[in-house]
């Protein structure tokens, strides 16, 4: 069933009572609702956009950002059904086993759950994602250096894919134009949600359980937003409530001229026992292979600075032994306690603050950049693989570069899952600490972000989070 709030000419009462109201259609938000359809409940799936891109709910994610420079955040996410997987670029790799080990570091580290608890949900969100289920990962014998495979979703955009078959679905109720302006609750308990179109028209929904799925921003925002206005009701504080906040930093590294026959992966990343016994996080690599003008571009500045090297190389060159490579990396933020979604002065359309997403990279991001690439040149020249051109702002310690990609659009962190309630907002299980019936989805509530994209990570924990309210 469909309705399209923006269509109506007078409010609407929905007088069913949902087993579960999922708000946000993205990646999380549909995952949730197709399982939780599939396994007997009864589902509203509440989406603030239309079937189509437009501009009057875009610029609700208009906003600012403080600290390092990032993106525009209207056009970090997208605001219509499908949620950002209108425009994902569909790169899929899951948490790592030693994502979840991290308590060494400290207890902001630690997660309630590991990948035992996700890894159940894998095969499916990779058929959800349209690729391969088994990911071939390898060391190198006796190396801190490992290889690492990812896959690419053609990408699956969550619309094109399920739009029509939710609409059609007895047990799925599809609200478009449908925005969340309020929360009806009694003490620990949502009892209903207030919606509202772009002209005024109301809904009210109500349901047993309540997911928001808003995205990586917007989940934050929302609770920030009821914390203020009816304090520790169903929110049991505010401690972490917005922060902690990651991105996955990616940026250039350098160039580098290395033997085919050795280096002939394109991802790669250090062991978990490395990057323990540096006390880093962790780092993956991309190599992006570079045409033959520019091989012989960096050939002769390799002769001009170290002849004797570059003529080894340019005899290789010649035999077609070598190739030159753009280096790139994307790797981990520390989860820190100052980067993080605030409320600011000035209001939506709906009278809900804006968000502030306040981001800077930190010494131990740094290191962790830093200290990877210093690892992978030594193994480099242990296997005699080739040579590593470092950038400048790497070697000399500038600032980072603001006109390369800066980070993968990935959102994390602000609505965390901890054991400990002071440093985290939800539990084992994605349920808000202090509420009985409200839960989050999406990348809001990873504790800590490892390296990989989020999207197939976000999906598997969707499905076990429609698995535990159908079973609970
Ligand atoms: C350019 C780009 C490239 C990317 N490439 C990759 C990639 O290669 N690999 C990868 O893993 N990830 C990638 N990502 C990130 C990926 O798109 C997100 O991880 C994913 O879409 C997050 O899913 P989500 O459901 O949590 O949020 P979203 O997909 O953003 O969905 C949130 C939904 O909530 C709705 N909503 C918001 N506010 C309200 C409200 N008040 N009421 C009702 N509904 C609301 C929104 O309209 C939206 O539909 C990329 C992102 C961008 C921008």
Wanted: charge should be neutral.
């Amino acid at each position: 069933m469909l309705t399209n709030l923006n269509n109506e000419k007078v409010n609407v009462q929905i007088p069913k009572n949902f087993d579960v109201a999922v708000v946000g259609a993205g990646a999380a938000g549909i995952t949730l609702t197709k399982e939780l359809s599939s396994l007997g409940k009864n589902v509203a799936l509440i989406e603030a956009g239309d079937y189509e891109y437009t501009d009057e709910s875009q610029e609700i994610y208009i906003a600012k950002t403080l600290g390092d420079h990032y993106f525009d955040l209207d056009v970090a996410r997208l605001r219509y059904f499908g949620g950002t997987t209108n425009h994902w670029n569909g790169w899929c790799r899951s948490f790592e086993e030693e994502d979840f080990k991290r308590g060494y570091l400290g207890e902001e580290y630690k997660w309630p759950i590991t990948i035992k608890d996700i890894d159940p949900f894998k095969e499916k969100a990779c058929d959800i994602l349209e690729i391969p289920k088994s990911f071939k990962d390898s060391y190198f014998k006796n190396s801190k250096i490992e290889k690492i495979e990812f896959h690419f979703s053609p990408p699956v955009r969550f619309r094109d894919k399920y739009y029509k078959d939710l609409i059609n679905d007895p047990k799925v109720h599809v609200f478009l134009n449908a925005n969340l302006t309020d929360v009806q609750y009694e003490k620990r308990i949502i009892n209903s949600l207030q919606l509202s179109s772009y002209n005024g028209i109301k809904a009210t929904v109500k349901a047993n359980e309540y997911v928001f799925a808003m995205g990586g921003i917007e989940n934050s925002r929302y609770l920030l937003w009821f914390y203020k206005k009816y304090k520790n009701n169903f929110i049991a504080n505010d401690n972490s409530l917005g922060r902690y906040w990651m991105e996955h930093p990616h940026f250039t590294l350098g160039k580098a001229i290395v033997d085919k026959r050795k280096v002939s992966e394109k991802f790669y990343s250090l062991s978990a026992e490395a990057q323990k016994n540096m006390g880093i996080l962790n780092c993956g690599f991309r190599i992006v292979e570079l045409d033959d003008t520019s091989l012989k571009g960096l050939l002769r500045e390799i002769l001009c600075v170290a002849p004797t090297i570059g003529k080894s190389l340019a005899g290789l060159a010649e035999k077609n032994l070598i190739c030159g490579l753009v280096f790139r990396a994307a790797w981990e933020q520390a989860p820190h306690y100052e980067n993080r979604i605030t409320l600011d002065n000035e209001k939506d359309k709906f009278g809900i603050p804006k968000p502030i997403l306040n981001w800077q990279k930190r010494t131990l991001d740094r290191k962790t950049v830093i200290k990877s690439i210093e690892v992978f040149n030594q193994w480099l020249l242990e296997i005699d693989g080739g040579r590593i051109q470092l950038d400048d702002w790497l070697i000399n310690e500038k600032d980072y570069p603001t006109n390369d990609e800066i980070g993968g659009y990935h959102h994390m962190g602000g609505t965390r899952m901890h054991e400990n309630p002071e440093l985290g907002v939800v539990d084992r299980n994605c349920k808000v600490n202090g509420s009985d019936n409200l839960y989050m989805a999406g990348s809001s509530v990873f504790t800590t972000g490892g390296h990989n994209n989020p999207t197939l990570p976000i999906v598997q924990i969707a499905l076990r989070l429609a698995n535990h309210l159908v079973n609970k």
